[in-house]
């Protein structure tokens, strides 16, 4: 206890070169958290996204299906496979699909599209289509209108101009990238919404329509009420062809997706192909989405369902996402370990200079009487008195950054969110939460401390009392 007392004060005979050491772990902890916390979150708001919007978290096919995506890889799906689905624990619903190619065409244009046969009222416990649905646009007409509108801020024009044809399905982020501020949305929003807005439909069991993606409906050059003529071959190997009514847009948050989706009704897609009865995947809402909980399910479905099908997770579905992502996050923790290994110079650096700076101060204590082993225990737990409070300031304000930016994302917007798009990127970064990374960051930031005590504690067990009252 009275070497501690005595590490305290000492701590504080020097404010200056103890807050700098102190400073130099709590960047440590804060960059490792920060970036850390934003890299993973980021990486989960892609999975998230790529799955609510197509895959799902488990998908039951045909047994050659994924391997080959023909038609004739279809199954049927009768009352007595839902009854042994949902009497899984953790299957909330079961959601039935046909899926397929198609050329699809209007005029001149055409483009190879992913049909896409849903149930309208069953897709809401998976990738929700009616919340994607384009409310707002800024096509050149309506840009025209906010051109003419004098109560419109000019930099409110000029960045409409930059968006033209860019959809929103939501108010916020039309906002956020006409760059009206919240003080000025009460007054100018209004108007904007009225020039902008974007009246769709909806589609239904049994009623031929269908929904588009924007970006494919602003390459078709297709509107609502146009006409889409899909071709393609059907249930064993017959012609399927059809001509819908463009019933409303939708705008997802996978480009890739959102270039070539076209949504039919279940019933209507299954009559397009010759296929009625047939589905090429039942996906399946889950109540717990962890890893565990999805293999155990995978185990659970696959021990009662027919030899012909098979159950996929999402990691096989998504494997080349997966597999760009975890390159890309070894990539992250090397630009981290090279975080490190600066800020671990910077620690070394400040733990030099302390040392040197009180080299005649350990000799003249060693010169009264004081034990070198004594003097080393004592400048150990300094050292680790700094580090805890510079872990512990950075776990803080770390822990403050990144439980708002969870709940308030880094949003780009401007001609940055359109340099986005055009990579076909969702122009926004996410946080994730505290979890086990927190730990690991801590962790090596703790190792980091305790390295560089090594080189005090050597210092003063080889020191030379005489050299040292002559620094």
């Not at 038609?71 to 007595?80: A, E, L, M, S």
């Not at 046909?98 to 416990?125: C, I, R, W």
């Not at 192909?273 to 809402?285: K, M």
């Not at 989405?289 to 012909?308: L, P, Y």
Request: hydrophobic residues 45%.
């Amino acid at each position: 206890m009275n070497n501690l007392i005595l590490a305290w004060r000492n701590l504080w005979r020097n404010r200056r070169r103890t807050l700098i050491t102190a400073a130099s772990v709590f960047l440590a902890v804060l960059f490792a958290l920060f970036f850390r916390s934003l890299q993973r979150g980021s990486y989960d708001h892609m999975y998230k996204n790529a799955i609510e919007s197509y895959t799902g978290y488990i998908q039951v096919q045909h047994k050659d299906f994924w391997d080959e995506k023909i038609v004739d890889n279809t199954f049927i799906y009768d009352n007595q496979l839902e009854q042994q689905l949902l009497a899984d624990e953790n299957v909330e619903a079961t959601i039935p699909r046909f899926e397929s190619f198609a050329l699809a065409s209007n005029g001149p244009q055409t483009k190879g599209v992913l049909v896409m046969g849903v149930d309208p009222e069953k897709e809401h416990y998976l990738s929700n289509i009616s919340e994607r649905m384009v409310k707002y646009r800024l096509t050149p007409e309506s840009i025209e209108r906010i051109d003419k509108d004098p109560n419109i801020p000019e930099k409110v024009k000029e960045l409409a101009g930059l968006f033209e044809n860019s959809a929103y399905t939501n108010a916020s982020r039309l906002q956020l990238d006409l760059g009206i501020a919240d003080k000025e949305a009460s007054q100018v929003m209004p108007a904007i919404k009225e020039h902008t807005v974007f009246n769709n439909g909806s589609i239904y069991m049994g009623k031929p329509g269908v929904w588009v993606g924007d970006k494919l409906s602003q390459y078709l050059q297709l509107g609502i009420g146009d006409t889409i003529v899909l071709i393609s071959q059907g249930y064993h190997a017959t012609t399927a062809a059809g001509k819908y009514e463009i019933k409303g847009i939708v705008k997802l948050p996978l480009p890739d997706i959102d270039n070539k989706i076209v949504y039919l009704p279940l019933d209507v897609c299954q009559e397009l192909y010759n296929a009625e009865e047939h589905f090429t995947s039942l996906a399946l809402a889950v109540h717990d989405n962890e890893d565990k909980a999805i293999e155990e399910t995978i185990s659970r479905i696959t021990a009662v369902i027919s030899v012909e099908q098979r159950v996929m997770g999402w990691r096989e579905m998504n494997e080349v996402m997966v597999s760009q992502m975890d390159a890309d996050d070894k990539g992250g923790m090397i630009m981290i370990g090279i975080l490190y290994l600066v800020i671990a110079f910077g620690v070394f650096g400040t733990v030099l200079m302390l040392t040197a700076e009180r080299k005649r101060e350990f000799g003249v204590l060693v010169a009264i009487g004081m034990q070198k082993k004594k003097l080393a225990t004592v400048m150990t737990l300094e050292m680790l008195l700094i580090g805890f409070m510079g872990i512990l300031a950075g776990a803080v304000i770390a822990s403050a950054l990144i439980l708002y930016g969870v709940e308030h994302p880094l949003i780009f917007k401007g001609e940055m969110a359109k340099m986005f798009e055009d990579y076909g990127l969702e122009p926004q970064f996410v946080f994730q939460g505290i979890d086990t990374y927190y730990l690991w960051q801590i962790f090596i930031v703790i190792l980091m401390v305790f390295l560089s005590i090594g080189y005090p504690v050597q210092k003063i067990f080889k020191m030379k009392v005489v050299n040292a009252l002559r620094a």
